[in-house]
């Protein structure tokens, strides 16, 4: 009895903290009805090179974030290790984070792939962040996470 009882604890604890940290991502990621990225695969990015507009066909959830990718081998793979694939920032401006530690929008074809990991950008109205990030990148990535950690945790 007193086995099932702990147990049961420790399951309890496991799916509370679970469920904090996809409560926690759905607030601060960039997601437009729960799907980030604006539709767009995030194993494109690294497989094909360009932003590739996902389906919902092939939909995946990690944590309570969607990601709609553009096939059935890059749903396999985002499933496999969605670490690999998942945006930087919760899918925020990698250059405002860093700037400025704010949530900005992005244009998904406009990213850039670092030690492997995804960051994403703003760019319209004749601002294009990407260009500023190239020109201070190892700042603006070391302010970024600092500035990320602040918001998420």
Same mark, same amino acid.
């Given at each position: 009895? &007193?086995?099932?009882?702990? =147990?049961?604890?420790?399951?309890?604890?496991t799916? *509370?903290?679970?469920?904090?940290?996809?409560?926690?991502?759905?607030?601060?990621?960039?997601? *437009?009805?729960?799907?980030?990225?604006?539709?767009? #695969?995030?194993?494109?990015?690294?497989?094909?090179? @360009?932003?590739?507009?996902? *389906?919902?066909?092939?939909?995946?959830?990690? #944590?309570?974030?969607t990601?709609?990718? *553009?096939?059935?081998?890059?749903k396999?793979?985002?499933?496999?290790?969605?670490?690999?694939?998942?945006?930087?920032?919760?899918?925020?401006?990698?250059?405002?984070?860093?700037?400025?530690?704010? &949530?900005?929008?992005? #244009?998904?074809?406009?990213?850039?792939?670092?030690?492997? @990991?995804?960051?994403?950008?703003?760019?319209?109205?004749?601002?294009? =962040?990407?260009?500023?990030?190239?020109? #201070?990148?190892?700042?603006?990535?070391?302010?970024?996470? =600092?500035?990320? @950690?602040?918001?998420?945790?």
């Open positions: 009895m &007193k086995q099932y009882l702990i =147990t049961s604890i420790l399951f309890l604890l799916i *509370s903290s679970l469920f904090a940290q996809s409560s926690k991502r759905l607030v601060q990621f960039n997601l *437009s009805n729960k799907v980030a990225i604006q539709g767009y #695969d995030p194993v494109a990015y690294f497989k094909q090179g @360009k932003a590739v507009k996902g *389906s919902s066909s092939f939909a995946v959830s990690v #944590d309570g974030v990601y709609n990718c *553009s096939s059935a081998a890059n396999a793979l985002l499933q496999a290790n969605p670490a690999a694939y998942e945006p930087q920032y919760g899918g925020w401006c990698a250059y405002a984070m860093g700037k400025s530690g704010e &949530k900005v929008e992005i #244009d998904p074809a406009t990213f850039k792939i670092i030690g492997g @990991k995804l960051y994403l950008f703003y760019n319209a109205y004749f601002n294009n =962040t990407l260009t500023p990030w190239n020109k #201070d990148e190892a700042n603006l990535k070391r302010n970024a996470e =600092t500035n990320w @950690k602040k918001l998420f945790n």
